[in-house]
């Protein structure tokens, strides 16, 4: 239980005590602020604090908001403050400071005029130390709280008018609309989040959590693929409906998190990783179901999954070097005049949200296509308006970035440099090999362009044509290493890391489908989708400020560069049935290896509580 300190005379007719209280609060009453510490001292070390003036005036959502979020260890609102266990310290500090400044006794109150506000008391207790750690330098979240009211009122007329405006406001409404992200597709605005929220308020007073929701959408999703598996029309139809049951649920599970603020690092986990999961699994249902009706289009399926793939990386790059450069000049190409006016525009913006094939608008196309056609047409409009989308949003960023001069920082590099994932050969390579040999983006398209033109040759074990792509895959290597010989801090270089995924994830599907065997794409599929986990367990590690995964785990599962190497030796090596086995072998191994790491670490005390309130696409 949290603990919430009420500093001051308690005011009659207040609802403060009650509202804390089914915030989850043990409530205490200090007189002063020396009192106030005695009771900080005797709160339990691994408790939430709160520190409440006694006058607050405002809706208990206001309260929940600024005093009960989990991701931030120190948050206030007008008239409170609070720290989670790890900012304790901080709090302390700040309030002995300020009981020492006053003598232990409370600032008298004086009229204070705000613009559109009612006049405040001065001298509140909490809104003193939450300066006072802004002082200090510590950060200290505050949460917008647009209509809702939180004040804290000089005088009894001043509280009457904050008692009016919080009655003018029905919190409940607010509440219900900041469920909802504020930017999202067309689709999930106008489809699903008019009646999504209503099912996450059902959700929170029956006590479900986000994590239930969340597995809840899985199952459906993963039902959903076993009845696209099935290859009749009817579970085609069955399998349709499903997958639009299991983005409703996907919209539910954040929806609650932010109307009950409940958040997790385990939930962070779950939300970051099953949508993927969901997706590829019923990319992989559908080509099942088509190989029973005797149309073998795993070779599609997995083209999508990689295509998607590259997607995301390209997302997550271009945040990643962009987030915290610093922009010299602004962008004034045609491209970014172009783009200020379409945005003029109210249509043109859903417009554009819906060309880039969101996972809302993807979802829908392809649960209409399945239950209206063929798994065939399904991944081959689905390939065709992702690369058009891929194509649309690449340009836009290139652009961007070749106009607008930006000094990226060293956090940058690095996180574009982790999300690389280079193992020990490219590591060698780039101590070996000191020199750089050029611009790090063009190194990494000079070692994949070698490497895609090797793998026109065909497969055939232990010809000296089938070493060709071994050798090309040497070459990839060494250029892996010299590409990030230097930091990536060049005005394209967020591109190097999705030429290192095109490259490994293109060269397993092509050696797969020159194998000719049945069984080597599916167990190419499962290669890929376990590599992928393990890139976008990185991403979001990175997005947590947690850094990639231990280097223990690149040497184990040997880097893009050493997987690459790995996969073109074993085709070079081993007859087309071996080469099968050997895929299904090592796509067991690098997901058994990438899954434990994975698991240890979301669900160990140090995870970061990151969520993915952007869409990616």
């Known amino acids: ?35 106030a510490e005695t009771l900080l001292a005797a709160v339990p070390a ?18 929940r908001l600024g005093l009960t979020d989990p991701r931030f260890p120190l948050a206030a609102v007008t008239g409170a403050v609070t720290a989670q266990p790890a900012a304790r310290q901080a709090l302390t500090r700040a309030l002995a400071r300020e009981t020492s400044a006053s003598g232990g006794c409370p600032v008298p109150s004086a009229p204070s005029e705000r613009p559109g506000a009612a006049a405040v008391a001065v001298g509140s207790l909490a809104d003193r130390v939450a300066a006072a750690l802004d002082a200090d330098g510590a950060e200290v979240y ?3 709280l647009g209509s809702l009211v939180a004040a804290v009122p000089a005088d009894p007329q001043a509280r009457n008018e904050a008692r009016q405006a919080v009655a003018a406001v029905d919190d409940e409404a607010v509440r219900l609309k900041s469920a909802v992200k504020s930017r999202d597709g067309f689709f999930t605005t106008f489809c699903i989040s008019p009646y999504s929220r209503y099912i996450a308020r059902w959700c929170a007073r029956r006590g479900l959590t986000p994590n239930q929701v969340t597995t809840a959408s899985l199952l459906t999703a993963l039902i959903a693929a076993g009845c696209a ?29 932010r109307y009950a603020l409940k958040y997790s690092t385990l939930g962070a986990w779950l939300d970051a990783t099953f949508d993927r999961a969901k997706e590829y699994a019923y990319y992989a249902g559908l080509a099942l179901g088509a190989a029973r009706g005797g149309d073998d289009v795993w070779a599609l399926a997995l083209g999508a999954m990689i295509l998607q793939i590259c997607r995301h990386v390209v997302d997550f790059s271009f945040t990643e070097a962009n987030h915290d450069a610093t922009v010299a000049t602004a962008d004034t190409s045609p491209n970014a005049s172009l783009s200020d006016k379409l945005d003029s525009v109210g249509w043109t913006v859903w417009a554009r949200r819906i060309v880039v094939l969101p996972i809302g608008e993807r979802w829908a196309l392809i649960a209409v ?18 690369a058009l989308a891929a194509l ?16 990226r920082t060293d956090r940058a590099a690095r996180a574009l440099a982790d999300l690389a994932d280079n193992g020990p050969l490219a590591v060698f390579s780039a101590r070996v090999l000191r020199a750089p040999l050029g611009s790090p983006l063009l190194v990494a398209l ?25 050798a090309g895959a040497v070459v990839y290597a060494v250029a892996c290493g010299q590409a990030l010989s230097r930091p990536l801090k060049g005005a394209l270089d967020w591109l190097v890391p999705p030429v290192f995924r095109v490259a490994e994830y293109c060269t397993v599907l092509v050696l797969a489908s020159k194998a000719g065997v049945n069984g080597a794409l599916p167990a190419a599929f499962g290669l890929v989708a376990a590599v992928a986990y393990h890139h976008y367990d990185t991403v979001y590690r990175i997005r947590g400020n947690a850094g990639a995964p231990p280097a223990w785990l690149a040497r184990a599962i040997g880097g893009q560069e050493g997987r690459t190497l790995l996969v073109t030796a074993l085709a070079a090596l081993l007859t087309a049935s071996q080469f099968r086995v050997a895929l299904t072998v090592l796509a067991v191994y ?16 140090g995870a970061p509580a990151v969520h993915d309130e952007g869409e990616p696409a």
């Not at 691994?46 to 309260?63: I, N, T, Y």
């Not at 058994?592 to 240890?600: D, W």
């Open 446 to 470: 000079g070692g994949a362009a070698v490497l895609a033109v090797s793998l026109f040759f065909g497969f055939s074990g232990f010809s000296g044509v089938a070493w060709a792509p071994v």
């Open 590 to 605: 690098v997901a058994l290896v990438v899954l434990a790491e994975s698991i240890r670490f979301w669900v160990s005390s």
């Open 392 to 407: 649309y949003t690449t340009a836009g960023r290139v652009l961007r970035s070749l106009t607008r001069k930006a000094t």
């Open 46 to 63: 691994g408790r939430r604090v709160a520190l409440v003036d006694a006058r607050f005036v405002g809706h208990e959502h206001a309260l």
């Open 229 to 257: 598996a099935t290859g009749t029309r009817g579970g085609f139809i069955v399998a349709g409906v499903l997958l639009i049951a299991s983005f409703v649920l996907d919209c539910t599970d954040g929806q609650l998190a």
């Open 142 to 144: 505050r949460p917008e």
């Open 1 to 35: 239980m949290s603990t919430a300190i009420v500093t001051g005379q308690p005011v009659p007719g207040s609802s403060l005590e009650n509202d804390l209280r089914s915030l989850g609060f043990d409530v205490r009453v200090s007189a002063d602020a020396a009192e």
């Open 369 to 386: 296509l399945t239950a209206a056609t063929t798994p065939r047409i399904t991944f081959t409009v689905l390939l065709v308006g992702c």
